[in-house]
C-alpha cells in the first residue's frame, strides 16, 4: 500500500478529523473539574515541595500530562460533544490511564472488543465514530475504518506522527528503520505500519547485537529468530541492513535512543567510511521533549535525599515504567502504582516492579519523619496523583496518633 497517498486522501476526506469540533472552551471547563488538582497547584506554587506532619513531599518538576495526551483527551470529549447521539468507539485505550478510560466508558465512548489479542471490527458501522488514541493507530486500521465509512476522529499526537514521516523518508530513500521500541506497543506497532523494512530493538544491548551483525556477520537463523516479531516480513539481515536510519517508540528514554543512533552512525562510518556515510545512515531527531522533561525532571528529583519515591502511572505505560527504571537505577525503594487504591490500610502497598510483576510490600512507610519523592507518567491526571499524596499524609497521621 502507498501509505502516504491513503494518508494523504484520509486527510481530506470529510470523515476524517484532526483538529477538533470548536467546543474546546466549554471541554477545558470540565476537564478541569474532572482532572486537575488545587493541591498539586499549591505543591507547584511552593517550589514543589510540601510539607505536612511527618511527611515531606517533593514533587518532580515536570510529571504527569503532557501536552499530546492533554489534546488527546479534549479531543475525545469535544468527540462527545459533537455527536452526542451517534456510537462512538476507540481503536485503543485513549492514553494509558485507567481512570480517563473509565471516564471515557461512563460517557459511553466503547473501546473495539478485542477477541483472542485481535480487535473485532465487524462490531463497527457505517457512520459510527471512532477515535485513534494519542499514540496512534495502524495504517491498515486506518484504511479498515474509512472503508466502512466510519466518522474518523485521530488524536494522534503530532510527535508520533513526526515519527512516522520519519519513517516514510526511510523508505521513500529505501533506508531500513531501526526503530527503538517495544514491538508490542500500540505507538510501535503504528509506526512500524508505515515503515518499508523496519527492525525494532528494544534497547542498547539489541542495537549493540545488530551493530556486531553489521560489522562481522554472525548466525542469520539466530538473528531471524531473536527478531522473529520485531522485523518486517521477509527481513533478511545480510541484505537489509546495507542502509539504516532510526526512529523510535516517543516515550523511550531519550538518552538510550541517541546512544543507539550513535551506535549505527559508527558502525556504518566504519563499515563504509566517512564519505559513504550519508548513503547508509540517516540520523533522526524527532525525540518527543516532554517524555525527555519527565525523565530529567525525575533525574533531578533522585538526587535528592528521598526515604522512598512514587511513581504514578498505568502498568502499560512505557513513560512510566522508564521513570520507575531511573529510580531503580539509583537503588532508592521505588513503588509504581496505576492509581491510590494500591495503598492498603496498614502500611501495605500493591505495585508493579519492572518485570510486571505485581507484589505486595509490607512497611513501605518508614516510621517517623519521611521524605517522599513524587511522580507520575505522562497519561496520569493531577488528581490521581493528589489521592495519593492525600493517601500518605492521612496514613503518617493515623500512625503518628497511635
Ligand atoms: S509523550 Fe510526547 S509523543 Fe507522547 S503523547 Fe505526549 S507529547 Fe505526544
Known amino acids: 500500500m502507498d501509505t502516504k497517498a491513503f494518508k494523504r486522501t484520509l486527510q481530506h476526506s470529510e470523515n476524517y478529523n484532526r483538529k477538533g469540533f470548536g467546543h474546546q472552551a466549554e471541554v477545558a ?10 493541591l498539586i497547584q499549591e ?12 511527611v515531606t513531599i517533593h514533587l518532580a518538576e515536570a510529571f504527569g500530562f503532557c501536552w499530546g495526551v492533554e489534546r488527546a483527551v479534549a479531543m475525545a470529549y469535544e468527540t462527545r460533544k459533537h455527536f ?13 490511564n485507567p481512570d480517563v478510560n473509565q471516564r471515557m466508558q461512563e460517557m459511553k465512548v466503547e473501546f473495539i472488543p478485542v477477541e483472542a489479542g485481535i480487535k473485532d471490527f465487524s462490531i463497527v458501522d457505517t457512520g459510527d465514530v471512532v477515535i ?6 495502524s495504517v491498515q486500521e486506518m484504511q479498515l475504518l474509512n472503508d466502512k465509512g466510519c466518522k474518523i476522529v485521530d488524536t494522534t499526537c503530532p510527535w508520533v506522527s513526526k515519527v512516522w514521516n520519519t519513517v516514510e523518508k526511510h523508505k521513500k530513500g529505501d533506508y531500513t528503520s531501526i526503530i527503538h521500541g517495544k514491538y508490542k506497543h500500540e505507538e510501535t506497532v503504528a509506526t512500524s505500519s508505515f515503515a518499508g523494512k523496519y ?12 551493530a556486531d551483525y553489521i560489522l562481522n556477520g554472525g548466525n542469520r537463523d539466530e538473528f531471524i529468530q531473536k527478531f522473529a516479531k520485531a ?11 546495507e542502509r539504516v536510519g532510526i526512529a523510535n517508540q516517543t516515550t523511550m528514554l531519550k538518552g538510550e535512543t541517541e546512544q543507539i543512533g550513535k551506535l549505527f552512525e559508527r558502525t556504518m562510518m ?14 533522526f531527531n524527532t525525540i518527543c521533549d516532554a517524555t525527555q522533561e519527565r525523565q530529567d525532571a525525575m533525574l533531578e528529583l533522585v538526587q535528592k535525599n528521598l526515604d522512598l519515591i512514587v511513581v504514578i502511572g498505568g502498568f502499560n505505560s512505557s513513560n512510566t515504567t522508564q521513570l520507575q527504571q531511573i ?23 500493591e505495585h508493579r516492579q519492572l518485570n510486571g510483576d505485581m507484589v505486595i510490600t509490607e512497611n513501605w512507610l518508614p516510621e517517623g519523619e519521611i521524605v517522599v519523592g513524587i511522580t507520575s507518567g505522562a497519561s496520569t491526571p493531577d488528581k490521581v496523583v493528589e489521592d495519593v499524596i492525600e493517601k500518605i499524609f492521612g496514613l503518617k497521621a493515623t500512625a503518628s496518633a497511635l
Request: charge should be negative; proline fraction near 6%; aromatic fraction near 10%.
Open 29 to 38: 471547563t470540565q476537564l478541569q473539574s474532572e482532572y486537575q488538582s488545587h
Open 132 to 137: 485513534l488514541p494519542a499514540f496512534g493507530a
Open 84 to 96: 452526542p447521539q451517534e456510537r462512538i468507539w476507540m481503536t485503543n485505550e485513549i492514553i494509558h
Open 231 to 241: 522485523c518486517s516480513p521477509g527481513f533478511d539481515p545480510d541484505k537489509d541492513l
Open 270 to 283: 566504519q563499515k563504509y567510511g566517512p564519505t559513504e556515510l550519508n548513503q547508509h545512515f540517516q540520523s
Open 43 to 54: 505543591i507547584r506554587d511552593r517550589n514543589y515541595t510540601l510539607q505536612r506532619g511527618d
Open 199 to 210: 527492525l525494532i530493538v528494544l534497547n542498547l544491548r539489541e542495537a549493540e547485537y545488530v
Open 327 to 349: 529510580a531503580i537505577e539509583r537503588g532508592l525503594p521505588s513503588y509504581h502504582i496505576n492509581n491510590v487504591e494500591r495503598i492498603k490500610l496498614g502500611n501495605f502497598i
